[in-house]
């Protein structure tokens, strides 16, 4: 019998697709809120001495608005707190930073008066009504550097004072915490979440004090 010839074999490789290239690592970078130029700045007050330009909330989600974003002044983004304020100190920070906007609106009204002041010597010469703007911007910048240094370093120092003395309210009328810590940590462990037997073993602790020494806290 005649040998069979075998089907040749294919010499011509199957084209593969080509992997697609790898897509680079794009870092992620925060959305910041739109600025104003200093030439916007300028030709507002080129228009009116006494613009009021509003705030810039930050396009975040876990940024909460606070005061009158429609004054720059007064316009306070704070980040959102979940935690209990049980001394009291993160509010009184709030309040203070928020105290801060009505000394520069102060300011920026005094800046109005000047620009004013300096348009009123001006008539029509386009020249010396820009050099009065640019000098009530240069003004408007002074306010808002106020305006921070109060609520970072004044606000601050409010803040860390509260918690000083709330630190000596604890001590005075609770004494130790460390005892009724252990006992709720224990109660917690337990599942009882109301720590009602530290309740029932100490009957003469102030009800502030469950609060205050509170591990949880």
Not at 53 to 75: L, S
Not at 117 to 146: F, Q
Request: glycine share 6%.
């Amino acid at each position: 019998m005649a040998p069979v010839d075998a089907a040749p074999i294919a010499t011509t490789p199957t084209p593969v697709a080509t992997p697609p290239a790898p897509t680079a690592e794009v870092p992620y970078e925060a959305p910041t809120a739109p600025v104003l130029s200093e030439t916007e700045v300028v030709n507002g007050y080129l228009a009116d001495c006494n613009a009021v330009f509003p705030g810039r909330p930050t396009p975040e989600e876990m940024m909460e608005v606070v005061g009158d974003a429609g004054n720059e002044c007064t316009f306070l983004e704070v980040g959102q707190n979940c935690n209990p304020d049980i001394s009291g100190c993160y509010n009184k920070s709030i309040e203070c930073q928020s105290a801060c906007g009505s000394p520069c609106k102060d300011c920026q009204s005094a800046c109005g008066n000047e620009c004013d002041t300096c348009k009123a010597t001006c008539g029509s010469d386009a020249t010396c009504l820009r050099t009065c703007a640019e000098a009530r911007a240069t003004c408007r910048t002074m306010c808002l550097a106020a305006r921070d240094t109060c609520r970072s370093m004044g606000c601050a120092t409010v803040e860390s004072t509260c918690e000083v003395e709330h630190a000596a309210e604890i001590v005075a009328t609770c004494g130790d915490c460390q005892p009724m810590e252990s006992c709720m940590e224990a109660s917690f462990e337990r599942g009882d979440y109301e720590a009602a037997a530290c309740h029932a073993a100490s009957p003469g602790v102030p009800e502030a004090c469950w609060t205050w020494c509170n591990p949880a806290f």
